[in-house]
């Protein structure tokens, strides 16, 4: 699991970046929002926790692990889909969509935090 989170993590850089880099050529900031939460929670976070699973084995492989995989890597790309469409005036239903992909994203990251709180003393190869 660690070099998957670190390969989807790559894919977040490569998206967030070329968010920016749209930004700057066209001078449209609106999607500011989404940009930050693509470098952060996709890019910046999921890369740190597949170094945390690549130097700590024992963490990838409990439940808590496969459940911050799914739901982080199911709500953050529907959270970051409906804000965009939300900012975008596309509808006002965008909104609570994005919530809701929000407090996936955030289940998933408490299973990592409980994971590493409970897990990370038992090193093993």
């Known amino acids: 699991m660690a070099k998957t989170m670190l390969k989807i993590s790559v894919v977040y ?3 967030g970046i070329s968010f920016g880099l749209y930004m700057s050529l066209t001078h449209v900031f609106d999607l500011s929002t989404v940009h930050v939460h693509i470098n952060l929670l996709g890019w910046m976070s999921l890369a740190l926790v597949g170094l945390f699973y690549h ?3 024992n963490l990838e492989r409990t439940g808590l692990a496969k ?9 953050l790309p529907v959270m ?3 804000i965009a469409l939300a ?3 596309v509808n006002d239903v965008f909104f609570p969509i994005a919530t809701l992909g929000g407090l996936c994203t955030l289940i ?3 299973c990592f935090g409980f994971n590493v709180l409970k ?3 038992q090193r093993t190869a």
């Open 13 to 15: 850089f490569m998206i």
């Open 119 to 121: 897990n990370l003393d």
């Open 108 to 110: 998933g990251i408490f």
């Open 67 to 75: 459940a911050h995989f799914w739901l982080h890597n199911i709500g």
């Open 87 to 89: 900012i975008l005036g």
């Open 55 to 57: 130097h700590y084995p």
């Open 80 to 82: 970051m889909i409906a």
